[in-house]
């Protein structure tokens, strides 16, 4: 078999591995939204340089927790889960320089506390009034005066 046959079967392949790649993706994302909840989250892993280290996802409530699953993984868990009676919101801003780029279009960003180190989440302006409101709206028994 010629040299080009070759190549051209493996162009082939390659093409079917990312089809196959790109519905297993769209698979997932039905899977992770079938009971509600979910948004476009996205989830600051290091701050040490200005406007980078940005991580896109997606975010969902479940139960006492929100969780946070990589955008082009395939993986039904979750990669970061934060407890809500841990996390304290401080504040929102707008991104600013590279963070523009780095993040879906419209989304602010959200400064958080969880258990006492710094997190940075992003999210559109009606996903973090639903977060401010499900972080507000604690179980009975939740202690108020902690924020």
């Known amino acids: 078999m010629p040299v080009w046959q070759w190549l051209l079967d493996l162009v082939g392949l390659v093409l079917l591995l990312a089809l196959l790649y790109g519905i297993a993706l769209i698979f997932r994302r039905r899977f992770l939204a079938r009971n509600g909840g979910t948004f476009e989250l996205s989830f600051r892993a290091r701050s040490d340089r200005p406007g980078r280290g940005w991580l896109l996802g997606i ?7 929100l969780e946070w699953f990589r ?3 395939l993986s039904p868990r979750p990669k970061r889960v934060w407890a809500r009676d841990l996390l304290d919101y401080s504040g929102r801003r707008a991104p600013a320089g590279a963070e523009e780029m780095s993040l879906y279009d419209g989304h602010v960003v959200a ?8 997190l940075e989440i992003a999210m559109s302006e009606a996903s973090l009034t639903g977060f401010q409101s ?10 108020w005066n902690r924020r």
């Not at 975010?59 to 927790?65: A, E, I, M």
């Not at 499900?134 to 939740?142: I, R």
């Open 134 to 143: 499900w972080l507000e709206s604690g179980p009975p028994g939740t202690d």
């Open 59 to 65: 975010g969902r409530y479940s139960g006492q927790s």
């Open 71 to 73: 955008i082009f993984s």
């Open 111 to 118: 400064s958080c506390h969880y258990g006492g180190d710094p």
